[in-house]
C-alpha cells in the first residue's frame, strides 16, 4: 500500500484513537489551540495565566501544536459530569422558595443547626 504525505502531520487517523469521535477531537483541538493562542498573546504582558505548549514544534500554527500535544498524550480528553436538567434546577429552586415563604426549614438548614 502506498503512502501520500498529507498536509498534517500527525495524521487524523492516529489522533482518532485518543477521542471517542471525530467531533471530540475537533473540540479538544481546538479548545487547546485557543489556550495556546492564548498563553503567545500574554507573553509580553508577563501575566503567565495560561498554560504553555507542552512540546517543541516546528509549527506555528495553533491548531497544529495542539494535535501534536495530542499524539503524544501531552493533552488527553476528560469526560465531564452531566449538567442537570433545566426542569430539574427549576423545581428545586421553587421548593426553596416555597419552603423559605412558609417558613419551613430546609434538611440543609436543618443539619447545619
Not at 508577563?46 to 491548531?63: C, D, E, Y
Not at 501544536?65 to 498524550?73: R, T
Request: cysteine-free; hydrophobic content about 35%; charged content about 30%.
Amino acid at each position: 500500500m502506498r503512502r501520500y504525505d498529507t498536509l498534517m502531520n500527525p495524521e487524523i487517523e492516529g489522533l482518532l484513537d485518543t477521542t471517542e469521535s471525530k467531533f471530540g477531537l475537533v473540540v479538544l483541538g481546538a479548545r487547546r489551540a485557543r489556550q495556546i493562542t492564548s498563553y503567545f498573546g500574554q507573553l509580553g504582558e508577563g501575566l503567565g495565566a495560561s498554560v504553555p505548549p507542552q512540546i517543541t514544534s516546528t509549527s506555528r500554527k495553533p491548531l497544529s501544536i495542539a494535535f501534536e500535544e495530542v499524539s503524544v498524550a501531552k493533552i488527553v480528553p476528560i469526560e465531564l459530569p452531566d449538567e442537570p436538567e433545566i426542569e430539574e434546577v427549576a423545581e428545586v429552586e421553587a421548593d426553596v422558595v416555597m419552603n423559605e415563604e412558609s417558613g419551613e426549614i430546609s434538611p440543609e438548614d436543618d443539619e447545619s443547626a
